[in-house]
Nanobody, 126 residues
Framework: DVQLVESGGGRLEAGGSLRLSCRAS????????MGWFRRVTGKDREMIAC????????IAADFVKGRFTISRDNAENTVYLQMNGLKPEDTGTYYC???????????????????WGQGTQVTVSS
C-alpha cells in the first residue's frame, strides 16, 4: 500500500523556519514527481511546490517563491519542504502528494495527484 507520512510541523513565531519531511513507501518513489500542498483557513487546498522524479526540476507557487524550497532524497524515499520567513498566514495543514502523471502536466492541480498524506499542522503566531 502507498503510504505518505509527513512530519516536522509545529508552532513557531513569525519569521521562523521549519523543514517538513514526507516519507514515502509502497511505490517506486524515484519514478514519481511529488508535491507539497496546504490548506489554510478560508482557502481550498493549494499547491505549494512540485519536484520532478529526479529532483532536478521544481516549480513553486508565486506566494512562496523565495521563502519555501522543495527537495527530495530518492535514497531515503523522502521529499522535503524547507520553509523560511514564515508568516501567520502560512498557518494551516501541509500535505505531501504523489503526482499521477509526469511533472510537467498541470502540477498546480490537485486532480493530478492520486495519493495524499495525512498532513502536518503548522501554526505561526505573530
Amino acid at each position: 500500500d502507498v503510504q505518505l507520512v509527513e512530519s516536522g510541523g509545529g508552532r513557531l513565531e513569525a519569521g521562523g523556519s521549519l523543514r517538513l519531511s514526507c516519507r514515502a513507501s509502497g511505490f517506486p518513489f524515484e519514478d514519481k514527481a511529488m508535491g507539497w500542498f496546504r490548506r489554510v483557513t478560508g482557502k481550498d487546498r493549494e499547491m505549494i511546490a512540485c519536484i520532478d522524479s529526479s529532483g532536478s526540476t521544481t516549480i513553486a507557487a508565486d506566494f512562496v517563491k523565495g521563502r519555501f524550497t522543495i527537495s527530495r532524497d530518492n535514497a531515503e524515499n523522502t521529499v522535503y519542504l524547507q520553509m523560511n520567513g514564515l508568516k501567520p498566514e502560512d498557518t494551516g495543514t501541509y500535505y505531501c502528494a504523489v503526482k499521477a502523471r509526469p511533472f510537467g502536466i498541470n502540477p498546480f492541480s490537485t486532480d493530478e495527484y492520486n495519493y495524499w498524506g495525512q498532513g502536518t499542522q503548522v501554526t505561526v503566531s505573530s
